[in-house]
Each structure stands twice: as C-alpha cells, then as structure tokens.
C-alpha cells in the first residue's frame, strides 16, 4: 500500500509567509526546526511539506525506523523517488557521523568518554556488543564490533571479546551493548555477563574497566558505577 497525502490542492509551501518556509527556518536557527520543517528541508520541491507529513506518517515519527530502513521503502510513500530517498539516507548517515570519534586519537577517562565513541549504537534496531580497546595511558586503540544479535552469557564466548584486546596488546577493556528498547537498565544476564567478563579478564591480565549499556535518547548506564557485576 501506498500512503498518499498529496492531492491538487494549493502547496502548503505556497501558503506560508518566507520566515515560516522550511528552508528560511533551517538557515536561521535549525535547532529551532521540528522534524517535519528538517525533513521538508532536505527534500525541497513543491510539495516537500505534504512528502514530510507522509513519511513521518508511514515511519510513525520514528526517525530510528527511516535510518535503518532500506532506501526501497520509502517509495511506499507518494511523491518520494529514488533522488528524495538517497538525500534523507545521506543526510540522516552524515547526522551519525556527528557521532563518531574524530581522527586524533581519543582517550576514555570516564563513562561519559566511552558512550561518545558509541553513541550511535543507540540507533541499532537489533543488540550489538562492541568493546573499547585501551592501552596503559587510557588511548583508544580501536573499538572492534563483537556481537550482533542477543547479548546473554549462553551465547558470548569470552575468548571473543578478548582476542581483539589480546591482537593489539591492550591493556584493557570496555564492553558496551545496545538495548533497542532504548531502556537502559541492566537486565539479569547483563550483570551475569559482566562478571564473567571481569572474572576472564584477570585470566588474561586485561581489565575489565567497565560495562555500558545504551538506550535511547542520550542515556546509558554503567555498570561499575552502578556496582554491578564488579567485585
């Protein structure tokens, strides 16, 4: 089926004053912008409004939805083609990239450091666990991803989240998974498989530093901080 909210009617683009027009908004103060006004930006045309309004209709508002879905989809929507398609993709992928470590090499000192560097795994649709390689002066030596799928102690193998660690002689470690319920309490087997990671750790003379679990809209949880797993 295809949504359709675009009739014959007079363009709402052409029954707005300059100052209230999507693209006026976004070039004095984006910040200020809803979703709609962005995205209307973004596709521009005659009707960018009425296309908005349908994808936000047909996505119910979820931006996390219109990230991962397949470019195939949006053409469920009337007025959306293949160039209106590769323009949001692209303009919602260079909004991760805001998200992402620069090229200098970055340190963690703190949780807060290491949910910077993983910020965008709060926009995954399934869990992924990915782990944060330092070296004895807290560098990042690179964040290899481990896990895509439920993250639970049944099916980690702990020899898979230290063999990156082992490969490039980190001194030490920082597990982090996603929830995509965006809630981000620890569950039960998120406590199990903290304390069996600490505990290998020891084993290979790497240190467990921490254990976050991200959710949805800026929040995250730690588990050292929250005393759990961390004898």
Not at 18 to 38: G, H, S
Not at 99 to 117: C, F, K, M, R, W
């Amino acid at each position: 089926m295809t949504i359709s909210l675009i009739g014959s009617e007079t363009p709402k683009i052409k029954t707005l004053a300059l100052r209230d027009q999507p693209i006026y908004r976004v070039t004095t103060n984006p910040a200020a912008c809803n979703t709609m006004e962005l995205l209307s930006a973004i596709i521009g045309g005659p009707r960018q409004i009425e296309i908005a309004e349908g994808l936000l209709a047909y996505f119910g508002g979820d931006i996390r939805r219109m990230f991962n879905a397949h470019t195939d989809e949006f053409s469920k929507v009337r007025g959306v083609g293949n160039q209106i398609a590769a323009r949001i993709k692209a303009s919602l992928s260079l909004g991760m990239m805001i998200t992402q470590p620069s090229e200098e090499t970055p340190t963690v000192n703190s949780p807060g450091d290491a949910y910077a560097l993983l910020r965008d795994m709060e926009f995954f649709e399934q869990e992924h666990l990915r782990v944060i390689l330092l070296n004895t002066k807290s560098h990042v030596l690179g964040i290899p991803e481990i896990y895509i799928g439920s993250v639970n102690q049944a099916q980690i193998r702990l020899a898979e989240i230290f063999r990156p660690a082992i490969q490039r002689n980190a001194t030490s470690i920082i597990m982090a998974h996603n929830h995509p319920s965006t809630d981000c309490s620890p569950s039960p087997e998120d406590v199990a498989v903290t304390r069996a990671a600490a505990q290998a750790g020891k084993l290979f003379d790497i240190q467990l530093q921490d254990h976050l679990v991200i959710g949805g809209g800026g929040r995250y949880a730690s588990l050292r901080e929250r005393g759990l797993g961390f004898s």
